[in-house]
């Protein structure tokens, strides 16, 4: 398997370079130069697998110069840190099916994807005998997922930029509590947009990417994106019939997602994707009507989903142009001058054949919360309760829906005891954190401060 950017300036490259390149030295994203097609019978064969057995499956297709039995060592080493036995358990709960994403050591849905890569890049810095300074930003749940899976490893240094309070607390304490050396928190004056465009101009910077060997574990790298997709197989394998299925996705960022679209590619028979926004809606007037266009990042009870620029939807849109990497190269140079893309009408039919949306605002989110929690016992988290709630109304009565829990609802307490009266319940790891010691270095908004920060460090 080859791999090839959005933008069509790069030779073809393995995935072994593709995980360590991370952005594709042209500014694009790095996809497959094909997609596999899963026959029906194989489909069949793989509902019922363990996780860890169909993650083998699913991955070897993609990561075809890994020796199977290393590919698998990485599997099993990656899924057994976490605390479900079934990795990413499938609960039914007042009509829709809950895939519960957040049994990873950060309770978060990027536990699944970012435990593989920190053991991938030990794999391969050991192999290649050399050493990455991780450069990443989060909106929350990805800065403790990323730190998680490289901690204290080997060659490894990792820098994370979340925008300064305004994570949840229990997210800014999951990042700021890890002391261990090779770990360097950063959180900018800003908004997430800003921590993330901060991380894009650095890595467009081939010289100094090249020199501090910057490594990226935002879902720009590829290796994240491919990791989701197994979970969308597994959820289909779960349900009592393997028929068509609608999974519901809060997103604000389009990785997620991406991921189920890629799975439909490969021929799961999935009918529609529902794409949840929050009141940071750029995606649902994509999919509504066509309209990309740049507004303000409004603060909510959902902060994961608080963007604007969605990165990973380069990687739709190359398939959505017909794979013209032309055509990708001017839509981006577009939004650069404009702050928008514009798209034909033919365009925005295809998006919404494969697309349903919907914005769920605040007040829906709080309500939603309450009342699922009243009818049925069950707690979600805000992201998770903005897809419940897209379900519940967009394809209210269709059989199978799926809607992904992305986070453990005591991540967002306070969000949670908004809406029920009483915080979520706190698990140990969650409890263990409070009046734990923090380091963090808050600095303004200015890439300039960032790169000087990653030299002294990276050079200590």
């Given at each position: 398997?080859?791999?090839?950017?959005?933008?069509?300036?790069?030779?073809?490259?393995?995935?072994?370079?593709?995980?360590?390149?991370?952005?594709?030295?042209?500014?694009?994203?790095?996809?497959?130069?094909?997609?596999?097609?899963?026959?029906?019978?194989?489909?069949?064969?793989?509902?019922?697998?363990?996780?860890?057995?169909?993650?083998?499956?699913?991955?070897?297709?993609?990561?075809?110069?890994?020796?199977?039995?290393?590919?698998?060592?990485?599997?099993?080493?990656?899924?057994?840190?976490?605390?479900?036995?079934?990795?990413?358990?499938?609960?039914?709960?007042?009509?829709?099916?809950?895939?519960?994403?957040?049994?990873?050591?950060?309770?978060?849905?990027?536990?699944?994807?970012?435990?593989?890569?920190?053991?991938?890049?030990?794999?391969?810095?050991?192999?290649?005998?050399?050493?990455?300074?991780?450069?990443?930003?989060?909106?929350?749940?990805?800065?403790?997922?990323?730190?998680?899976?490289?901690?204290?490893?080997?060659?490894?240094?990792?820098?994370?930029?979340?925008?300064?309070?305004?994570?949840?607390?229990?997210?800014?304490?999951?990042?700021?509590?890890?002391?261990?050396?090779?770990?360097?928190?950063?959180?900018?004056?800003?908004?997430?947009?800003?921590?993330?465009?901060?991380?894009?101009?650095?890595?467009?910077?081939?010289?100094?990417?090249?020199?501090?060997?910057?490594?990226?574990?935002?879902?720009?790298?590829?290796?994240?994106?491919?990791?989701?997709?197994?979970?969308?197989?597994?959820?289909?394998?779960?349900?009592?019939?393997?028929?068509?299925?609608?999974?519901?996705?809060?997103?604000?960022?389009?990785?997620?997602?991406?991921?189920?679209?890629?799975?439909?590619?490969?021929?799961?028979?999935?009918?529609?994707?529902?794409?949840?926004?929050?009141?940071?809606?750029?995606?649902?007037?994509?999919?509504?009507?066509?309209?990309?266009?740049?507004?303000?990042?409004?603060?909510?009870?959902?902060?994961?989903?608080?963007?604007?620029?969605?990165?990973?939807?380069?990687?739709?849109?190359?398939?959505?142009?017909?794979?013209?990497?032309?055509?990708?190269?001017?839509?981006?140079?577009?939004?650069?001058?404009?702050?928008?893309?514009?798209?034909?009408?033919?365009?925005?039919?295809?998006?919404?054949?494969?697309?349903?949306?919907c914005t769920v605002n605040e007040e829906m989110t709080l309500e939603t919360i309450a009342s699922f929690n009243r009818e049925?016992?069950?707690?979600?988290?805000?992201?998770?309760?903005?897809?419940?709630?897209?379900?519940?109304?967009?394809?209210?009565?269709?059989?199978?829906?799926?809607?992904?829990?992305?986070?453990?609802?005591?991540?967002?307490?306070?969000?949670?005891?908004?809406?029920?009266?009483?915080?979520?319940?706190?698990?140990?790891?969650?409890?263990?954190?409070?009046?734990?010691?923090?380091?963090?270095?808050?600095?303004?908004?200015?890439?300039?401060?960032?790169?000087?920060?990653?030299?002294?460090?990276?050079?200590?």
């Amino acid at each position: 398997m080859k791999y090839i950017s959005t933008r069509g300036n790069i030779a073809p490259i393995g995935f072994k370079e593709a995980v360590m390149m991370g952005l594709a030295t042209d500014g694009g994203l790095i996809l497959p130069e094909s997609i596999p097609q899963i026959a029906p019978e194989t489909l069949a064969a793989w509902a019922r697998l363990p996780y860890r057995e169909l993650a083998f499956n699913i991955i070897s297709l993609f990561a075809t110069d890994i020796p199977s039995a290393d590919l698998k060592a990485l599997i099993d080493r990656s899924y057994g840190s976490f605390e479900h036995q079934e990795t990413t358990p499938l609960v039914k709960k007042d009509g829709v099916y809950i895939l519960e994403l957040f049994h990873g050591p950060t309770l978060a849905f990027k536990d699944v994807a970012l435990q593989l890569l920190g053991n991938l890049f030990e794999y391969l810095l050991k192999e290649r005998g050399e050493k990455m300074n991780i450069l990443g930003a989060t909106s929350g749940d990805t800065g403790s997922a990323a730190i998680a899976g490289v901690r204290g490893k080997e060659n490894i240094n990792i820098f994370i930029l979340h925008p300064h309070l305004k994570t949840s607390p229990i997210q800014a304490l999951q990042m700021t509590s890890v002391l261990d050396a090779n770990v360097h928190n950063v959180a900018i004056e800003g908004t997430f947009d800003d921590c993330q465009n901060i991380v894009k101009t650095l890595f467009n910077d081939l010289e100094f990417k090249k020199e501090y060997a910057l490594g990226a574990v935002n879902s720009i790298n590829w290796a994240r994106v491919l990791a989701q997709v197994v979970y969308y197989f597994y959820a289909w394998g779960r349900l009592p019939e393997q028929g068509k299925v609608v999974f519901s996705v809060p997103t604000g960022n389009f990785g997620d997602i991406f991921a189920g679209y890629l799975a439909k590619r490969m021929g799961l028979p999935i009918e529609k994707l529902l794409l949840a926004t929050n009141e940071n809606n750029i995606l649902s007037r994509f999919v509504q009507n066509g309209d990309y266009s740049l507004g303000q990042v409004v603060q909510t009870v959902s902060p994961s989903m608080d963007i604007q620029l969605a990165s990973n939807l380069e990687r739709y849109l190359y398939y959505l142009f017909n794979q013209s990497p032309e055509r990708v190269r001017s839509a981006f140079a577009e939004l650069q001058q404009t702050g928008k893309i514009v798209f034909t009408a033919e365009e925005v039919q295809r998006v919404q054949s494969e697309f349903l949306s919907c914005t769920v605002n605040e007040e829906m989110t709080l309500e939603t919360i309450a009342s699922f929690n009243r009818e049925t016992g069950y707690l979600l988290d805000p992201h998770t309760a903005v897809g419940v709630r897209g379900a519940l109304e967009c394809v209210k009565g269709h059989p199978a829906v799926v809607c992904l829990a992305t986070a453990h609802p005591a991540k967002f307490g306070e969000a949670v005891e908004r809406a029920i009266g009483a915080p979520a319940p706190l698990p140990p790891q969650l409890a263990a954190l409070q009046g734990k010691e923090t380091r963090c270095e808050i600095m303004a908004a200015d890439k300039d401060k960032v790169k000087q920060f990653v030299i002294a460090k990276a050079k200590a």
